[in-house]
């Protein structure tokens, strides 16, 4: 059976931290893929933080936000160090490669072989650039009032076809996207979208996207829910993403 570095028993001997002492506060949305992507990172590198709610009145587009993160998005994660200085860090790609540089002493999230690790960053930018904005496509078909039957047929199936081509690059063998047992940047966009695409495609007329789920993916969806980091977040968004969803099937 395959092996990487991060499954390697040298890989439990992590370097000693050297930036432990920086805060870390972050700008969430309990329904956002996005912010629950940097929450699955920061509960594996078991780092500690502080949660802050968008401005109300405005939101992502107050001028309070904006002064944070001028591209008005979330999630935003604000770093103070000891003398105080804070900085934002923006985009969840960046975010979570700015965890696993500042804290090298936490579990890695990156494998230490450089086409391993090639791979994972090429899985984890699949989600962004491809699997999530195909399955956003749906976002507005739920509602029963705004719903095209022609729009939710095409855009599911170029969903289904993205889903085949993430198993396609998915190595065998594994576990996890990358690894047996410890999760890397490739998952952390993952569990998010799986739960949505699962909650949605039924509601929107769809089969089940389980039916869609080769034996390699049904294998990474059960060991990612398997996965204390991942259990957390999805603590928390289940509810929120089914809130969202009743919400609008009402509309």
Sequence with gaps: MATTALDSPAASHHKPAVKQHLKLALYDDPHSEFSSKVKVALYAKGLEWTPLAVPCGGGTRSPEFLAVNPLGKIPALLVTDEQGRREAVVESEVIVEFLED?????????????????????????????LE??????????????????VVQEAAA???????????????????????????????????LLLYGELILPA????????????????????????????????SLQPAAQEWLDGKLRQ
Excluded at 108 to 113: F, I, Q
Excluded at 205 to 233: D, H, K
Aim: overall charge positive; glycine content about 2%; aromatic content about 8%.
């Design 204 to 235: 929107v007329g769809q089969p089940p996207l389980q039916e869609s789920y080769t034996p390699r993916l049904a294998a990474w969806r059960r060991a990612l829910w398997a996965q204390p980091a991942v259990a957390r977040v999805l603590s």
């Design 102 to 130: 500042a804290f090298p002493g936490h579990p890695r999230l990156l494998p230490e072989e450089p086409l391993e690790r090639s791979r994972a960053r090429l899985i984890a930018r699949l989600h962004d650039l491809y």
């Design 133 to 150: 904005p195909a399955l956003r496509r749906l976002y507005p078909q739920v509602a029963p009032s705004t719903r095209s039957e022609a």
């Design 158 to 192: 170029a969903f289904r076809a993205r889903l085949a081509e993430l198993d396609a690059l998915l190595p065998p063998n594994r576990q996890l996207a990358v690894t047996h047992n410890q999760l890397t940047v490739a998952d952390c966009g993952y569990p998010a």
